[in-house]
């Protein structure tokens, strides 16, 4: 995914489910899941491949949603299992995307 726009409309859907306490992999299945009915199955078709092998971080890099400095992050946030924290996180990183 290279707009930032559509990068940060995803995150924000992504951080919205977590933040209604889904499970982090469940709800970005989920948000992959409309982006295919969104006529963008191809783009995501590997991600959802990585989430179900690798899990939650690798998956939003395969996406290419976030990079390796944000993986590093969301990786120590994934690990506090707090679903406030990452939901944070990944709303941080949606307005990150909107001011690109």
């Not at 995803?10 to 948000?31: D, G, M, S, T, V």
């Not at 400095?69 to 709303?91: C, K, P, T, Y």
């Amino acid at each position: 995914m290279s707009n930032s726009s559509d990068k940060a409309r995803f995150l924000k859907a992504l951080a919205f489910e977590i933040r209604r306490k889904r499970p982090a992999e469940e709800a970005l299945n989920e948000c992959i899941e409309q982006e295919g009915r969104g006529g963008k199955h191809k783009a995501f078709r590997q991600a959802a491949s990585v989430l179900a092998s690798e899990g939650f971080v690798p998956a939003l890099q395969a996406a290419d949603l976030i990079g390796d400095e944000a993986a590093a992050v969301l990786a120590s946030v994934m690990e506090e299992n707090d679903h406030r924290l990452l939901a944070g996180a990944i709303a941080g990183l949606a307005e990150f995307h909107e001011r690109q």
